[in-house]
């Protein structure tokens, strides 16, 4: 075994065992914070004028009595059981089935709003990067796409293609007269080719159109911009020069030299990019009332279901996590000088 090979394996063990840490960290910040927030889940549940005496059966029944050292406490136990709880405001429904039922809708968004970001941002990196003249564009759309509020962007795309134009549907993710595709992957695009149904693919997709070309828009200027630049310093580094003095065409000296070495800080940034569209998609579905994982995270906080608002954070967390570690792989095989 290689130094290389051991050194990766050794650091991979050492973001294994600090995952844990991550996650308690990250477990004790919310439950903390969701206390801190003013608000209590039973007045939203029962409302203010209900009797002390019904309150507090309320709260007996929703583990809400002692200290927060004793709830916290409670907490932690049930996460080193893998259990998330049940939400408050159903009472009976648990958090791991929340997650099931409404993470899909987030995974098949977030797919599509990266494969737009990256078809639109590295298609005019490239661009901005092999030919000078277009280096202002590029400098501009990364400024301009950075610097949109995403909320706005939604809006205005709604107000135009949904409102005036009448191309695109808004408002949920399937029409309700219409049956979704048989679950398989919770991914309606991806269940609808599986069962032999292209046309619910294409109805489904009329209603990812929005959210996904929203979210795709405004990061893509951030692909763009770091492809432009490192691409670039790869055109003008000391290896490119010596293969295109050793004759090697001009398109593999792109390809496999200046290319691939310019795609490590990209490859970085997609995944966390993707890591943070898994959990941060929250104006995009909340502005297109997109029944995603997101939008049911924000709506668990307007109602103070601390569970699931404790179990979805977790969960995020942990995807944050586990991308991290396969970026690091990934990086790891696209450039040899990497150590660890």
């Given at each position: 075994m290689s130094e290389r090979i051991r050194g990766l394996l050794f650091y991979i063990l050492v973001r294994l065992l600090l995952a844990p840490l991550s996650l308690w960290?990250?477990?004790?910040?919310?439950?903390l914070l969701?206390?801190?927030?003013?608000?209590?889940?039973?007045?939203?549940?029962?409302?203010?004028?209900?009797?002390?005496?019904?309150?507090?059966a309320l709260r007996q029944e929703l583990g809400l009595v002692g200290s927060w050292w004793e709830q916290y406490g409670n907490y932690l136990q049930q996460l080193l059981r893998f259990d998330l709880g049940k939400s408050l405001s159903s009472r009976a429904t648990p958090v791991v089935e929340i997650i099931q039922n409404f993470f899909p809708a987030t995974v098949e968004l977030?797919?599509?709003?990266?494969?737009?970001?990256?078809?639109?941002?590295?298609?005019?990196?490239?661009?901005?990067a092999l030919s000078p003249k277009w280096r202002y564009v590029g400098r501009l759309f990364s400024i301009v796409t950075y610097s949109l509020p995403l909320f706005w962007v939604g809006m205005l795309l709604q107000l135009i293609f949904a409102v005036q134009l009448g191309w695109f549907p808004i408002g949920t993710r399937f029409p309700v007269e219409i049956t979704p595709p048989a679950r398989i992957t919770g991914l309606y695009t991806l269940d609808a080719l599986l069962t032999g149904?292209?046309?619910?693919?294409?109805?489904?997709?009329?209603?990812?159109?929005?959210?996904?070309?929203?979210?795709?828009?405004?990061?893509?200027?951030?692909?763009?911009?770091?492809?432009?630049?490192n691409l670039i310093r790869s055109l003008q580094s000391d290896f490119v020069e010596s293969a295109r003095a050793r004759g090697i065409p001009p398109r593999?000296?792109?390809?496999?030299?200046?290319?691939?070495?310019?795609?490590?800080?990209?490859?970085?940034?997609?995944g966390l990019t993707t890591a943070a569209l898994l959990g941060g998609a929250v104006l995009t579905e909340v502005t297109f009332s997109f029944p995603g994982l997101?939008?049911?995270?924000f709506e668990a906080i307007i109602a103070r279901d601390y569970p699931?608002?404790?179990?979805i954070v977790v969960f995020f967390a942990l995807i944050v996590v586990v991308v991290s570690v396969a970026i690091d792989l990934v990086n790891a095989w696209l450039?040899?000088?990497?150590?660890?």
């Open positions: 960290v990250v477990a004790s910040a919310v439950f969701m206390r801190l927030t003013p608000g209590d889940p039973v007045d939203v549940i029962l409302g203010l004028r209900a009797s002390p005496a019904v309150k507090l977030t797919l599509y709003a990266m494969a737009i970001a990256l078809v639109i941002g590295m298609g005019l990196g490239m661009v901005t149904q292209p046309q619910l693919c294409l109805i489904s997709l009329r209603y990812l159109a929005l959210p996904a070309l929203t979210l795709g828009i405004v990061i893509s200027g951030v692909f763009e911009r770091v492809l432009r630049i593999k000296v792109l390809i496999n030299h200046a290319l691939r070495n310019a795609l490590i800080p990209v490859v970085t940034m997609v997101a939008n049911r995270l699931v608002v404790q179990g450039d040899p000088r990497i150590r660890y």
